[in-house]
T-cell receptor, first 118, second 115 residues
Framework: AQTVTQSQPEMSVQEAETVTLSCTYDTSENNYYLFWYKQPPSRQMILVIR??????QNATENRFSVNFQKAAKSFSLKISDSQLGDTAMYFCAFMKHAGVADFNKFYFGSGTKLNVKP | NAGVTQTPKFRVLKTGQSMTLLCAQDMNHEYMYWYRQDPGMGLRLIHYSVGEGTTAKGEVPDGYNVSRLKKQNFLLGLESAAPSQTSVYFC??????????????FGPGTRLTVL
């Protein structure tokens, strides 16, 4: 079974600064996907960034980037130039690379609550 | 496109009451999912469906039933609500791309309280 661990229940950062959220996972799979989802107070789940395990290059999306360490099974999210709108719960998630008949199931971490302070 | 919608947004039940949560998607997605979110536990899969007329159990299916009579709708039922079912429920949908990543699109959630 796959497990996803987020060891930081809550973090704070000053506006305009950089913050890194940690995520580790455990799997015996070689091909899989990793994701960071953002859940603001509205509760809407918003995809922030995703990483394919077979890609060595770290994914980036504007101010969001990841540090993917496959051997260490680590997948951290870096938010640069933090904005007040980044205040949210952030979830790390794992999905194995499924075949035609397989079902794409998410495994979520327990989340990190990020507070961006003015 | 409305995307994924959920009805109702909030509900309070008494122990033993029944209710149905409705999820609707207008993206013609094949797959649909029901999750529950509890404090400190992330999202956990309750049931899912890979097509109209088919359903399957997820991680935490006990106490819930589902139906997918129409492709665009996925219903989650609680026959006899218990306080342990107090949670926020999310519906999601996706479309299968063989061997590739299928992005899941989430609804806004339903907050259910069972007294």
């Amino acid at each position: 079974a796959q497990t996803v661990t987020q060891s930081q229940p809550e973090m704070s950062v000053q506006e305009a600064e950089t913050v890194t959220l940690s995520c580790t996972y455990d799997t015996s799979e070689n091909n899989y996907y990793l994701f960071w989802y953002k859940q603001p107070p509205s509760r809407q789940m918003i995809l922030v960034i995703r990483q394919e395990a077979y890609k060595q290059q770290n994914a980036t999306e504007n101010r969001f980037s990841v540090n993917f360490q496959k051997a260490a099974k680590s997948f951290s999210l870096k938010i640069s130039d933090s904005q007040l709108g980044d205040t949210a719960m952030y979830f790390c998630a794992f999905m194995k690379h499924a075949g035609v008949a397989d079902f794409n199931k998410f495994y979520f971490g327990s989340g990190t609550k990020l507070n961006v302070k003015p | 496109n409305a995307g994924v919608t959920q009805t109702p947004k909030f509900r309070v039940l008494k122990t033993g009451q029944s209710m149905t949560l409705l999820c609707a998607q207008d993206m013609n997605h094949e797959y649909m999912y029901w999750y529950r979110q509890d404090p400190g536990m992330g999202l956990r899969l309750i049931h899912y469906s890979v097509g109209e007329g088919t359903t399957a159990k997820g991680e935490v299916p006990d106490g819930y039933n589902v139906s997918r009579l129409k492709k665009q709708n996925f219903l989650l039922g609680l026959e006899s609500a218990a306080p342990s079912q107090t949670s926020v429920y999310f519906c999601a949908s996706s479309t299968p791309l063989p061997g590739k990543y299928n992005e899941q699109f989430f609804g806004p959630g339903t907050r259910l309280t069972v007294l």
